[in-house]
T-cell receptor
């Protein structure tokens, strides 16, 4: 399983765009990149998944460079409710994922 | 609500007692996972079921832990002779074979006194 490295914490003001970068230097050819969000006392919630280039949904965008050794989760115009821990995971899209969560990035949105 | 549900949401028990948690996955999902999460850490994989078959167990799952999914639907996780170190949030997730995004339940928070 590819190991991921993320910043431990980030602060942002409301209304700003937040970019959280994840490093995964030994990502395998068939690995996808998935981001989860977790609020206190809740289970992680799927945000976005991608393989290469850019993926966008109603919540976030995911940017993946050509070498796929890193990825960036972009949250547009964050609000206080986006305060949470964000996890980057790498794993194959087929077969079950014995996913390994790191410690994640704790995002604090400031009013 | 058709998401993953877990019961109970909270459990306080005394050391040495047995506890059992239940997970009801999303109905069409045939894969089910259990994780444990301690404060400040990400979830740690415990075990995985495909339908009723338990296909992998982490070394974290000591012999005091047992998980079942008898009919390939809901699952139970039992901890025997609980220890204070078992205090954690126990998370269940499910996924559909071929669509490997895991959907998590709200978790069961266990406190062993």
């Amino acid at each position: 399983l590819a190991k991921t490295t993320q910043p431990i914490s980030m602060d942002s003001y409301e209304g700003q765009e937040v970019n959280i970068t994840c490093s995964h230097n030994n990502i395998a050819t068939n690995d996808y990149i998935t981001w989860y969000q977790q609020f206190p006392s809740q289970g992680p919630r799927f945000i976005i998944q991608g393989y290469k280039t850019k993926v966008t949904n109603e919540v976030a965008s995911l940017f993946i460079p050509a070498d796929r050794k890193s990825s960036t989760l972009s949250l547009p115009r964050v609000s206080l409710s986006d305060t949470a821990v964000y996890y980057c995971l790498v794993g194959a899209s087929e077969g079950y994922q014995k996913v390994t969560f790191g410690t994640g990035t704790k995002l604090q949105v400031i009013p | 609500d058709t998401g993953v549900s877990q019961n109970p949401r909270h459990k306080i028990t005394k050391r040495g007692q047995n506890v059992t948690f239940r997970c009801d996955p999303i109905s069409e999902h045939n894969r089910l996972y259990w994780y444990r999460q301690t404060l400040g850490q990400g979830p740690e994989f415990l075990t995985y079921f495909q339908n009723e078959a338990q296909l992998e167990k982490s070394r974290l799952l000591s012999d005091r832990f047992s998980a079942e999914r008898p009919k390939g639907s809901f699952s139970t996780l039992e901890i025997q002779r609980t220890e204070q170190g078992d205090s954690a949030m126990y998370l269940c997730a499910s996924s559909l074979e071929g669509q490997e995004t895991q959907y998590f339940g709200p978790g069961t928070r266990l406190l062993v006194l």
